[in-house]
């Protein structure tokens, strides 16, 4: 089966950073496109970033340009999402996500990680 792990969520104060792991099993193609959403308590899923493997180029949501990047190790699966200067709005439950081809849509992913917690305090 495919399967997604995500790690390295905390807590921690306004400008702090993080970074996210996200362990794909071998079963998940690594051709295939990867991303990063979120979900704060009450809101919808959110798009943050993607890396697809055939585009040559990441693509961040607004809201984290200049702050988060993406990142990915081929030879061992996992994908990466380097935080910093942190605000309190990041808060949210962070899923890491796999398709076969690139999008920003949450509906078009079918493979999801359980999520790791992201927690800025002001």
């Known amino acids: 089966q495919v399967r997604l792990v995500e790690s390295g969520g905390g807590s921690v104060q306004a400008g702090g950073s993080l970074r996210l792991t996200c362990a794909a099993s071998?079963?998940?193609?690594?051709?295939?496109?990867k991303a990063w959403f979120r979900q704060a308590p009450g809101k919808d899923r959110e798009f943050v970033a993607v890396?697809?493997?055939?585009?040559?180029?990441?693509h961040y949501a607004d809201s984290v340009k200049g702050r988060f990047t993406i990142s990915r190790d081929k030879t061992r699966n996992k994908l990466y999402l380097q935080m910093n200067s942190l605000k309190p709005e990041d808060t949210a439950i962070y899923y890491c996500?796999?398709?076969?081809?690139?999008?920003?849509?949450?509906?078009?992913?079918?493979?999801w990680g359980q999520g790791t917690q992201v927690t800025v305090s002001s």
């Open positions: 996500a796999a398709a076969p081809r690139s999008s920003t849509k949450s509906g078009d992913y079918s493979y």
């Open positions: 071998e079963r998940t193609p690594s051709a295939w496109t």
């Open positions: 890396m697809a493997p055939s585009a040559g180029s990441a």
